[in-house]
């Protein structure tokens, strides 16, 4: 397996780009299943996880070709109603397939998707909806097993105790969107990613009211057209470089970065003492005095994104003062935590949430990426620290951020992948 070697200490200063949004792209690539034609979208990141998701839409009977940035969804033979485990496991994303699924085919066969490193990750607020709109699910040898033969228009409550939940409002959404009759989505997530899988859907011909609202209406209709859409910016790869140059003291523009969908991210780099620029192509950022501590609690949006959790606990390691990261989303995605230990943080993990007392510096180690935000919090925290940090396990890392090395080396980084022979582990 590939490892990645930064020599910290060096301050990132320039102009980086962001790639366009991986949960947004994720989901807009199974929203091509709803229309019985060849879909394209384009500004789609070169990742892991978008392979993964081109292969299960394939096992579905449907064509996916990805050039440059352009991934094209061919629907026409959209006709396989059972995703299995092989396909499921490799990403909770998967579970998209659901609704379409349901919507067109009005069978599903899906695996249920297992825990993850960041803790246990039910799916039930999307059957929940499912069985509003009329279908009937059962739960078999670890799979999901609908039918929607008899759907129509429902009205639900897609709330956990976390709040809303993304996957689920998108994935109800698909299957209302070619649903008879009208359906009214109560604590809806609000996610920019949300909003565009509506915006998608409306272009297709679909009649869906109160994006970026907590209540969705869906008026269903009969079928919806191909479409050729544009993938939005991604806001946690975008909030990455933005804390990479807030940690090294650097100056940086993230060229294509949304402010309007970084709001909270923004409003604690500057508590923390970053100045931040908010320009027509981007967002810059800048750090020349302290880190300030700051304490955060995660939220749906447009609270504070617990995808950048992690990464802002590598910048507040170094604060000057003690710090509380309060987990609202996932209590328990802390698995950052050790390894930041181990380059010389100062944390103390209770329940939900982590006490950072900031400490002057950090020291390079050897240290083991665990899942994808993980893995970019110890990169910005080797990027701070004396010395050399290697960077286990680099899969995680590609499968939500495009290049991250190359991109980190064009404003200064000294980082490297190592490739792995042939053998190899670890
Ligand atoms: N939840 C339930 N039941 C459900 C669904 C969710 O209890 O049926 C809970 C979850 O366990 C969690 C909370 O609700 O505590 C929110 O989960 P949500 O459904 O919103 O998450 P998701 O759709 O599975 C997406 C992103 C995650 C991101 C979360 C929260 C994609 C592909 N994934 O996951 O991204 O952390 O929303 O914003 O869009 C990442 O990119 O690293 C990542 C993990």
């Not at 320039?14 to 979208?41: D, I, R």
């Not at 009211?209 to 869906?218: A, C, H, Q, R």
């Not at 949430?353 to 050897?366: D, F, I, M, S």
């Not at 993980?374 to 939500?400: C, N, P």
């Amino acid at each position: 397996m590939d490892r990645i070697r930064i020599e910290g200490g060096r301050r990132l200063v320039g102009e980086v780009s962001v790639s366009g949004s991986k949960n947004a792209a994720l989901p807009q690539m199974v929203v091509g299943l709803l229309a019985n034609g060849v879909s394209t979208l384009r500004n789609v990141p070169d990742l892991r996880d978008v392979q993964t998701m081109a292969g299960v839409l394939e096992s579905l009977g449907a064509s996916v070709a990805m050039q440059d940035g352009r991934v094209t969804v061919d629907a026409r033979n959209f006709s396989n109603t059972e995703a299995p485990y092989d396909m499921v496991r490799k990403m909770r994303a998967s579970v998209y397939v659901l609704g379409p699924m349901l919507a067109r085919l009005k069978r599903a066969k899906v695996s249920l998707p297992g825990g993850c490193a960041i803790g246990p990750r039910p799916i039930d607020l999307h059957l929940r909806g499912f069985e509003a709109l009329g279908a009937t699910i059962s739960i078999d040898g670890g799979y999901v097993i609908a039918d929607g033969a008899n759907m129509k228009g429902g009205e639900m409550t897609l709330e956990g105790p976390q709040g809303s939940s993304v996957g689920a409002t998108i994935n109800v959404l698909m299957a209302a969107s070619l649903t008879p009759g009208r359906t009214i989505i109560r604590g809806a997530a609000k996610e920019p990613e949300v909003s565009e899988v509506v915006r998608m859907i409306n272009l297709m011909g679909g009649r869906v009211n109160g994006s970026d609202s907590t209540t969705l209406e869906i008026e269903g209709v009969e079928t919806l057209k191909p479409i050729v859409y544009s993938t939005i910016p991604d806001r946690i790869e975008a909030g990455t470089f933005l804390l990479a140059a807030a940690i090294t003291g650097g100056d940086v523009m993230v060229r294509g970065a949304r402010a309007d969908h970084m709001n909270a991210l923004l409003d604690k780099m500057i508590q923390a003492g970053c100045e931040i620029e908010v320009l027509p192509d981007g967002v810059r950022a800048r750090r020349a005095g302290k880190v300030l501590p700051t304490s955060i609690r995660t939220l749906p949006y447009p609270g504070f994104p617990t995808d950048m959790q992690a990464q802002f606990m590598a910048l507040l390691c170094l604060a000057d003062g003690e710090s509380i990261v309060t987990e609202g989303v996932y209590s328990e995605r802390f698995i950052h935590v050790a390894e930041l230990m181990r380059m010389g943080a100062n944390i103390e993990m209770g329940r939900g949430e982590a006490r950072v007392r900031g400490v002057p510096r950090l020291t390079g180690a050897p240290v083991m990426a665990s899942d994808l935000r993980a893995s970019a919090a110890l990169v910005i925290a080797g990027l701070a620290a004396e010395g050399a940090t290697e960077i286990l396990r680099v899969y995680h890392i590609d499968r939500g951020y495009e290049r991250i090395d190359e991109k980190l080396a064009g404003i200064g980084a000294v980082i490297a992948r190592e490739r792995a022979l042939p053998g190899q582990t670890g």
